[in-house]
């Protein structure tokens, strides 16, 4: 599958960022500030874990000649973050090969260069010298690992110390009913809309604080404290399946996203450091929530699931809305199975994950309905997630490792909330799998 999706991609997109399958060629995009090759920097490591040896060293050679940070234009930070940043410093760690450390602090330096603002850092879209306009929540808050791990490459405190003042300006915000809005101003200070969501636009902000508290070999406990507060309670349909909707003003939107469906795994990596009367209750939840996302997979007609599904009186885990029934590749459901069945080795994970990778394989289009299909395949394949599925728990041990949003490892036992660090390199070298 892996090979597949890259002989594509270096046939008809070589140092583009996206494949375009129809057309044949390569998509830039609109997201990326100008920078080239996602696709190769988000297959870094997944070519390195499958000991795919000539792509990979095709996916290096691209980086060391063609990798250029002299560009401009509008990007995500949260894009930028997590795949370029996020990817390099995966790539650094399982390689120990100094180009992609080197690449990853001069990208993070140039997204410092562009801060034009004390709160929240860094607005969601922007140009690399631009004002920008309303901060994400997920944006704020899905920057704490990949910084983190450029203070200790580069020894420059400022990353870690924007990231620590987000959490902080977070943390002390005053939150409508103890909940965390998705949208803030950064001119303001004050939360724009009264929207929560653990799925897109605050997903990974939830999914950032456990692994935060993971990563600093469990003394961040501010970290923690946020997780465990923010959790809120699941809803249960009156069929029966577990879901987590989204908040509107006071008013829930019996609405699960694709994107949401990360948060079964989320729970079942924190449940074990939970207070001891909810360990049990977390683990549950859990499991329910990842069933919730396959029964959505198994009641779209098809075996792949959309991109959002409802919950009503009629229906339960379909989607109801045209424009919500696609399929885009999306990992967050293949991401839960591979933490249950790390954390439970409940078989029935690696059956489901088998019913994805046949769907796959024989060759189902990413639709549910007659119409157009995607011109691009999106950079996030999920096959690394797939790939851990059916491998032995040592293979990026979850003792020892922590994914970033973007399926990109880092180490654990990083550094505490005060700066002192826990974990060398030579630490990090003897925990990475057997060098190519």
């Given at each position: ?52 040896k000539e ?70 879209n ?17 920057l ?13 405190q400022?990353?870690?110390?924007k ?69 809120e ?77 409802w ?5 339960e ?66 096959v ?7 491998s ?34 030579s ?10």
């Amino acid at each position: 599958m892996m090979q597949f999706a890259w002989a594509n991609y270096r046939r008809y997109a070589m140092g583009k960022n996206e494949l375009r399958p129809l057309s044949k060629d390569g998509y830039q995009g609109h997201i990326f500030g100008g920078l080239n090759g996602a696709t190769i920097i988000d297959s870094l490591d997944t070519l390195y874990l499958m000991e795919l040896k000539e792509e990979f060293q095709e996916a290096k050679a691209w980086v060391e000649n063609y990798f250029h940070l002299n560009v401009t234009g509008e990007a995500s930070l949260f894009e930028v973050n997590i795949r370029y940043i996020g990817g390099l410093l995966s790539a650094f760690y399982l390689t120990g090969e100094e180009v992609f450390r080197s690449k990853a602090i001069q990208l993070g330096e140039k997204l410092l260069r562009s801060d034009r603002g004390w709160f929240c850092v860094f607005r969601g879209n922007w140009g690399w010298a631009s004002t920008g306009g309303s901060s994400i929540l997920a944006e704020c808050g899905s920057l704490h690992l990949e910084f983190l791990h450029l203070t200790e490459l580069s020894g420059n405190q400022i990353f870690a110390e924007k990231v620590r003042k987000i959490r902080r300006v977070l943390r002390e915000m005053k939150k409508p009913y103890g909940l965390y809005p998705n949208f803030l101003s950064p001119v303001t200070g004050n939360w724009e809309q009264h929207h929560v969501s653990i799925g897109g636009l605050g997903d990974s902000f939830y999914e950032y604080l456990i692994k935060s508290w993971l990563m600093s070999a469990k003394t961040d406990t501010e970290a923690k404290a946020m997780y465990y507060e923010a959790l809120e309670d699941a809803k249960d349909s009156p069929g029966g399946l577990t879901y987590i909707a989204e908040w509107r003003g006071g008013i829930l939107d019996h609405k699960m996203g694709h994107l949401a469906c990360f948060s079964g795994g989320m729970i079942a990596l924190g449940a074990e450091d939970a207070k001891e009367e909810k360990r049990a209750h977390y683990q549950e939840l859990a499991a329910q929530i990842t069933r919730t996302c396959h029964e959505s997979y198994a009641r779209s007609g098809n075996p792949l699931g959309p991109e959002a599904f409802w919950f009503n009186s009629n229906k339960e885990a379909e989607a109801t809305h045209e424009g919500e029934s696609y399929y885009i590749l999306r990992p967050e459901v293949v991401e839960s199975y591979m933490y249950l069945w790390r954390l439970t080795h409940d078989p029935i994970y690696r059956e489901w994950g088998w019913e994805v990778v046949t769907a796959k394989l024989t060759g189902v289009q990413a639709r549910f309905k007659p119409g157009p299909l995607d011109p691009k395949l999106e950079a996030f394949l999920g096959v690394q997630y797939l790939y851990l599925l059916f491998s032995e728990d040592d293979t990026l041990s979850l003792e020892d490792w922590v994914f970033n949003t973007e399926a990109h490892p880092l180490p654990g036992h990083h550094s505490d909330s005060s700066g002192h660090r826990t974990w060398g390199l030579s630490d990090v070298t003897r925990a990475a799998v057997t060098p190519m």
